[in-house]
């Protein structure tokens, strides 16, 4: 197998597993962690539930509350990284990628398909993040207004297999998708 065949073959697999976590609620790219900057420069990390991958554009969906920590960091720098671990190919996918925050009547489609009992994730009173006197001092609003749908663009995407021997390679949408073997 060439080179570029090899490679081909490296992100064929990587977008496989992106498109399982989709579909497939017990995949491991279904739960990535998410990684921003927050406004003062410090690095934020949660998990996320991946809503969408699209090959073609170039891009995964994450659903958040628009009240979110993430919300405040990515509207002060869109830039945020996803990474996802899965122990089955032993494989770590990491994509660096810039959001875009679509609200209000731009995704009232996708708020339609969210099941009754999901839609308690978005809304909550007062705002999440906000210091509480006890764990259950707010109230979940299930709130349209507050339904956030980040689309994140794709600028690279790096893969990390850890087999015997190691290998990690790095695919670039400046470059068509092209990739380098990098070293692990």
């Known amino acids: 197998m060439n080179k570029q065949t090899e490679l081909a073959a490296f992100l064929d697999l990587g977008w496989q597993r992106l ?7 017990r995949a ?3 739960h990535p ?8 420069g410090h690095p934020e990390a949660r998990t996320v539930v991946l809503r ?3 090959r073609s554009d170039g891009t995964v ?10 919300i405040t960091s990515l509207r002060a720098n869109p830039h945020a990284q996803l990474m996802v671990w899965d122990e089955k190919p032993k494989l770590q996918i990491r994509l660096s990628t810039t959001v875009t925050i679509h609200q209000g009547a731009d995704v009232a489609d996708k708020w ?11 809304g909550a009173t007062p705002i999440p993040g906000t210091a509480i006197p006890t764990a259950n001092a707010y109230q979940k609003l299930a709130s349209h207004d507050w339904f956030a749908v980040m689309v994140c663009r794709i600028d ?5 297999q850890l087999t015997d021997p190691h290998r990690r390679a790095v695919f670039s949408a400046q470059n068509d998708w092209f990739g380098e073997w990098r070293v692990p």
Request: hydrophobic share 35%.
């Open 19 to 25: 498109t399982r976590g989709v579909a497939d609620r």
């Open 28 to 30: 491991a790219a279904r």
């Open 33 to 40: 962690v998410f990684a921003t900057v927050s406004p003062k």
């Open 52 to 54: 969408g991958a699209s």
């Open 61 to 70: 969906e994450v659903h958040t509350d628009g009240g979110s920590d993430k």
């Open 112 to 122: 339609r398909s969210v099941p009754d009992g999901s839609r308690m994730a978005y």
């Open 156 to 160: 690279s995407i790096e893969l990390m």
